[in-house]
């Protein structure tokens, strides 16, 4: 039998298994994927993994077979070449048509994009002026390597300074003090898993709120896109992930003055790199990179009316941002392939969004329906640039009209993110891959 955690262990417990298992390959099913740290007896390199011959149908049949799935019309591009994430997804944000996907409901480790999850469940708990005062504890548990935004003890930060942390740093410190704002990181990675189920998100199980590596915790290109479709509805989740630089606040001087110090986002596709320019149109969303999950990638971008969600998941090609430049490449088909292709299955509504939908996409019950909430999920949204790399002004009115969500109960469920993203303020760490 494989070594597996119970979801109710403690964080604690859970990372120190999570770091002593590194370089272990896990047989859980739920790690199905997951790369191999080193080879196999003989000396031989392990076996690229393959994905199951039977996955999640949710949103559509043929969203649970492995391979590319597309259904170009006359006229449509070919897909791009060279296209090597062990999964990825491409879908209209606002009608939710997936118009192609590669194994998009495989059970991958997610790294910092599933903080995306974090956001949208923790992000409308608190007003962004509120101020907390960060003790010790709060920032106990994080695990070796993780991303940090440079978060210290006994230091007051507002709300919307920890969120800046979360989304430009991928900062752990930042999640951790959020979680024990929250009523601590057992409550907090509860309330992540119900929500991943209200979303229905199925392939998502969550362990560890930051999304530092750990044993069972998986998610999916088509589940991050969920997090990414409904968090982006929340103005304030637009407007972090939106913003490509700001000023953070560091110590007390002996002036009794706060010095602030700058910060970026390391979503390349939004700020750029010395390789890679930022994409045109592009409005976040989240990026993660650790051992198990390789690079992840979820973005938003809008050319005119044509709004895309982009999520890349672990590429086989280790070339230096390539998650990004694969997202690049899918968001230029998206664009071109406007109107040529026949969507391949859909990302469903969130549960008592009067939008459900069955295994195969389609609408389910229509008496049970007519007693949910009415109306739509999609609404315009304006980009009107992005100026020296400051923010994605993002206009917040009438964008995916907002709906009465469920809120979680405390106490329910589990999540999934990263934390350790190449560049960010301490350390690399021993299960950071660059």
């Not at 189920?197 to 969920?226: C, E, F, K, R």
């Not at 295994?359 to 009107?384: F, H, M, R």
């Not at 964008?399 to 303020?425: D, L, S, Y």
């Amino acid at each position: 039998m494989p070594t597996t955690l119970s979801a109710s262990a403690s964080p604690s417990a859970v990372r120190t298994v999570a770091a002593l298992a590194s370089s272990v390959v896990l047989a859980s099913p739920l790690l199905a994927g997951t790369a191999h740290a080193a080879p196999v007896d003989g000396g031989q390199p392990p076996k690229a993994p393959v994905p199951p011959a039977k996955m999640s149908q949710v949103g559509g049949e043929q969203l649970g077979r492995p391979g590319v799935q597309v259904q170009l019309r006359p006229g449509a591009p070919g897909l791009p070449k060279e296209l090597t994430g062990r999964s990825w997804i491409i879908s209209d944000a606002e009608t939710g048509d997936v118009l192609a996907a590669k194994n998009p409901h495989w059970q991958l480790a997610p790294a910092s994009t599933l903080k995306m999850l974090f956001a949208d469940t923790v992000l409308p708990k608190f007003p962004k002026t509120t101020k907390y005062k960060v003790k010790s504890a709060d920032l106990a548990g994080m695990g070796v390597g993780s991303s940090l935004v440079g978060i210290k003890e006994n230091l007051t930060y507002t709300v919307h300074d920890l969120w800046l942390g979360v989304f430009l740093r991928s900062g752990n410190d930042a999640v951790h003090t959020l979680s024990a704002m929250n009523g601590g990181t057992e409550a907090t990675v509860k309330q992540m898993q119900q929500r991943a189920v209200q979303l229905n998100a199925t392939d998502t199980h969550v362990i560890t709120p930051d999304g530092y590596d750990a044993p069972g915790q998986v998610s999916s290109a088509y589940d991050l896109s969920l997090f990414a479709r409904a968090g982006l509805q929340n103005a304030d989740f637009r407007e972090y992930c939106s913003t490509a630089s700001a000023q953070f606040p560091g110590d007390m001087g002996k002036d009794g003055k706060r010095a602030t110090f700058g910060i970026q986002n390391t979503n390349r596709l939004l700020s750029g790199d010395y390789d890679i320019k930022p994409y045109p149109g592009i409005a976040g969303v989240k990026n993660g990179s650790t051992t198990n999950a390789g690079s992840t990638f979820t973005g938003f971008a809008q050319h005119g009316d044509r709004k895309l969600l982009v999520t890349v998941m672990n590429p086989e090609k280790k070339q230096h941002n390539e998650a990004y430049r694969e997202a690049a490449k899918l968001f230029d088909w998206g664009f071109a392939a406007d109107g040529k292709v026949t969507p391949v299955g859909k990302l469903v509504d969130p549960k008592g969004s009067g939008k459900d939908h069955g295994a195969d996409g389609k609408n389910g019950d229509p008496q049970a329906e007519a007693g949910l909430d009415s109306g739509s999920w999609g609404g315009p949204l304006t980009i009107a640039g992005i100026g020296g790399g400051a923010v994605a002004l993002i206009a917040a009115v009438a964008w995916f009209v907002r709906r009465r969500r469920p809120q979680p109960e405390a106490g329910a469920g589990t999540g999934t993110g990263t934390g350790q993203e190449p560049g960010h303020r301490g350390g690399s760490g021993g299960r950071r891959r660059k």
